[in-house]
């Protein structure tokens, strides 16, 4: 069973900043796209942020705000959020992905509120 571990998330106020993390097996994250997804109530998952060897994609509705990044050594994948809005509040999701293999981390809650 491949565990992705997310931390971070909770709740911010609009314009602030956070921090997601997962951290992913050696065999998972060495050779798998990570990303993240969110999702919020009666809606699919929507890709957030996607990193690969070679690429990094952004949902354009984040560009500018997010970045994510990689430390390969910790194994972990990182979302860092800035200027926050009310509409980024969802679960977020980390998702390892490569040909038919898709693995999802818990899902962690963010919310964007005063």
């Known amino acids: 069973q491949v565990q992705l571990v997310e931390s971070g998330g909770g709740l911010v106020q609009p314009g602030g900043s956070m921090r997601l993390s997962c951290a992913a097996p050696r065999s998972i994250f060495s050779t798998y796209a990570m990303g993240w997804y969110r999702q919020t109530p009666g809606k699919q998952h929507e890709l957030v942020a996607l990193?690969?060897?070679?690429?990094?994609n952004y949902a354009d509705s984040v560009k500018g705000r997010f970045t994510i990044s990689r430390d390969n050594a910790k194994k972990t994948v990182y979302l860092q959020m800035n200027s926050l809005k009310p509409e980024d509040t969802a679960v977020y999701y980390c998702?390892?992905?490569?040909?038919?293999?898709?693995?999802w981390g818990q899902g962690t809650q963010v919310t964007v509120s005063t």
């Open positions: 990193i690969t060897g070679s690429s990094i």
């Open positions: 998702n390892a992905r490569k040909d038919f293999f898709s693995y």
